[in-house]
């Protein structure tokens, strides 16, 4: 109906417009603090800007049209909004909180909500990453409230490593790492480095000795006319770099195993560092992502959060947006399966470098989706 929103009936007008608005109100006030300004960045996003920092992906569900020339996108989301605004102010350190609309499509026929009210709040340039990571999560706890949602964390910065650790290639793990988000399409790569290399490999045969021949252009010629956008240079160059990925020797199944097990860890912070520390001793690799780990728990425990209480999943935020890389969190509603997380967020470091074309600042955030929470307390479908 018109007068509904997302996950609530009614609340675009009269009692129950004032209700979300009490409800945003009381959010923003627990987001916030003495220090955070209040931003509001601009609907209409760059598209290209978007789509090389939150994964081509995004387009499948971002809203899109053209202004002069340009292709422009509906805020899927504000952390690259409220980051370009952090960014292009040149300040250092700094808190925002915001509110306001952002529009996701959807598969056809779904009745999920195309267009919700994200409330958030970002903290840039922070000298201590671990309390900054506590001071997000603390107060997105209090905007929660005694909402009936599980807390689950993870760790980007933890797979990441883990797939830094790989004795192979560089471009195995560059490859590897930009489908950290995609979990099917990493566990193809894995299967082709490791144990169907040798099979990838025969198949190619013939085309691996036109690029030991240098003939892979006279190989095309002979097969007709060209089909398709690629240039024949460009199928030459990708011919070359398939032989040298068929020169690589494949993965072992025990480097394959022990990243495996870093990206399937789940209990709680506590139990899963004692596993980490395990594993240090054959990933020496991951001594720096689980130090940093280890500075976060303690850092929550010195704000009440008890790290033992506190769930972990190794591959928790893996299917969300590519931008985050290190601590990531969410607030699920284990008994409403038709919403999305009440709350998510995490660090994004590696973001704020690309904005500034390589000087970037400390960033964390988090946000919380009130219509979502709201919908917990009032019954609405």
């Not at 409800?23 to 800007?49: F, H």
């Not at 919380?368 to 479908?381: D, F, N, Y």
Request: aromatic letters at 6%.
């Amino acid at each position: 109906m018109v007068t509904d929103r997302a996950y609530l009936k009614g609340a675009r007008i009269g009692p129950g417009l004032a209700r979300f608005e009490a409800e945003v109100e009381r959010i923003m006030a627990a987001l916030g603090g003495p220090e955070a300004a209040r931003v509001d960045a601009d609907i209409l996003q760059p598209a290209d800007l978007l789509l090389d920092l939150y994964g081509e992906d995004i387009r499948a569900r971002a809203f899109t049209t053209r202004d002069d020339g340009a292709e422009m996108m509906l805020r899927p989301d504000f952390t690259l909004p409220v980051a370009r605004l952090h960014m292009a102010s040149q300040a250092e350190a700094a808190q925002y909180v915001y509110c306001g609309p952002v529009w996701r499509r959807q598969e056809f026929g779904s009745d999920r909500p195309r267009e919700y009210v994200q409330a958030g709040l970002e903290l840039f340039g922070q000298d201590d990453a671990a309390a900054a990571d506590a001071e997000v999560l603390v107060r997105v706890q209090a905007a929660l409230g005694a909402a009936p949602v599980t807390l689950i964390t993870g760790d980007m910065g933890l797979a990441i490593a883990a797939v830094e650790a790989l004795e192979t290639s560089a471009v195995r793990r560059a490859a590897l790492r930009r489908h950290l988000w995609r979990p099917a399409r990493f566990q193809e790569l894995l299967r082709r480095y490791g144990a169907a290399h040798a099979g990838v490999t025969a198949g190619r045969a013939d085309l691996l000795a036109a690029v030991d021949a240098g003939r892979v252009s006279e190989a095309i010629e002979a097969a007709g006319t060209v089909v398709g956008l690629r240039s024949v240079e460009e199928v030459v160059a990708r011919a070359e770099r398939l032989s040298r990925e068929a020169a690589q020797p494949p993965l072992t199944g025990e480097a394959v195993a022990r990243l495996e097990a870093v990206l399937a860890l789940k209990g709680s912070c506590d139990g899963v560092l004692a596993d980490l520390r395990r594993m240090v001793a054959d990933m020496p690799k991951l001594d720096r992502a689980v130090n940093r780990f280890e500075a976060r728990l303690a850092a929550f425990r010195a704000r009440g959060i008890d790290p033992d209480g506190l769930a972990f999943e190794g591959s928790f935020g893996r299917t969300t947006l590519e931008y985050y890389d290190g601590f990531v969190f969410g607030a699920v509603a284990m008994d409403r399966p038709d919403l999305p997380p009440v709350a998510s967020g995490g660090r994004y470091d590696a973001l704020t470098r690309v904005l500034g074309q390589g000087e970037g600042v400390a960033a964390v955030g988090g946000m919380i989706r009130p219509e979502a929470l709201m919908s917990l307390s009032e019954g609405a479908e």
